[in-house]
């Protein structure tokens, strides 16, 4: 008894797709081995196969799919996708992870692929797909900033658990969520490879990132030149105001770095306000659009 109690414990600690899927998105060319838990991957007719509706990446590089449909000519594809029976039409597989083998099979012209056969409910198909991209495919930093505040924000995911299940440190996944405070036009040129997370990174504080970030690509700086330009942007903005009420008190390091964090695992800016001396204070959320409204009161009421 106590047995299924643990099973059933580890399931929902990581959410299934994070501990059920990793060793299905291992690299293509590692081919995982099967277990009592694991059905057999099978071959099943490709016009059987569907994609996912609701799958998170929507590009494909037509180069890369070139490249992978050569080698799928000559060596056929060595990593089974994961699929589950349609919902909406039984007599059809829809795609869970592998979409991108999918369609560079039908470019080689394949009549079957090898599936793996799970039973994943919408949720956990989402999950998975998010998974399987920031694993596998090149994403840029910004939009696997966007996989990791899905992961958080629609499954209660915290930083220190997708830095364990994806083999990421949290450092890492902090770093690039900040990003996502950047302006849309920043996040763009990160996107479009213009930026690399490095520069915007340099970014995140300065009070006028877009100017920052056209100069930086216009002048072609390095990562330490903007770093040096982002500082230079941020010292005169902070001087000291001259009021006949209480002046601002300067908030220490350790307030600074919480409110970073903070910011990196809401994807919004966080200011904390805590009096000295006192164990009392304010924390102030600001977000941008509804939709990230809506994804802080999900969180604050999945959180009770």
């Keep these: 008894m106590a047995k299924k109690a643990d099973k059933k414990e580890h ?37 059987k196969v569907v994609p996912n509706p609701d799958q998170p990446r929507r590009t494909f590089t037509q180069s ?48 079957e692929i090898p599936v793996l056969v799970r039973e994943f409910d919408d949720t956990e198909v989402l999950e998975v797909a998010i998974i399987e991209n920031i694993q596998r495919a090149d994403l840029n930093p910004i939009e696997e900033a ?32 900040r990003l996502l405070n950047l302006p849309e036009t920043v996040k763009d040129l990160v996107s479009e490879g213009a930026l690399s997370a490095g520069h915007a990174r ?20 390095s990562v330490r030149e903007t770093e040096r330009l982002a500082k230079g942007s941020v010292q005169p903005a902070a001087p000291k105001p001259r009021s006949s009420g209480s002046s601002k008190i300067e908030k220490d390091a350790d307030t600074k770095a919480l409110e970073g964090d903070l910011s ?33 009161c999900a969180l604050l009421s999945t959180s009770r």
């Design 11 to 47: 399931r929902r600690g990581l959410g299934r797709g994070l501990s059920a899927l990793m060793a299905d998105v291992a690299p293509e060319e590692a081919v995982p081995q099967a277990d009592g838990n694991r059905q057999p991957d099978r071959l099943v007719p490709i016009e």
């Design 202 to 221: 340099a970014l995140i504080t300065a009070t006028n990132p877009e100017d920052l970030a056209q100069e930086i690509v216009d002048k072609g700086l």
């Design 146 to 177: 966007a996989g990791y505040r899905q992961l958080m924000f629609k499954f209660g995911h915290t930083q220190e658990k997708l830095a364990e299940a994806l083999g990421k440190s949290r450092s890492h996944i902090a770093n690039l969520m």
């Design 64 to 111: 890369q799919l070139d490249e992978l449909s050569n080698s799928i000519r000559t060596k056929g594809i060595i990593q089974p996708l994961i699929v589950r029976v349609n919902p909406r039409n039984a007599d059809q597989f829809e795609i869970v992870a592998g979409e991108r083998r999918w369609r560079a099979a039908q470019m080689a012209q394949l009549h």
């Design 264 to 296: 990196a695992a809401l994807s919004m800016k966080v200011s904390i306000d805590h009096a000295p001396g006192q164990e009392k204070g304010r924390v102030s959320i600001s977000y941008e659009t509804l939709e990230q409204l809506d994804a802080l």
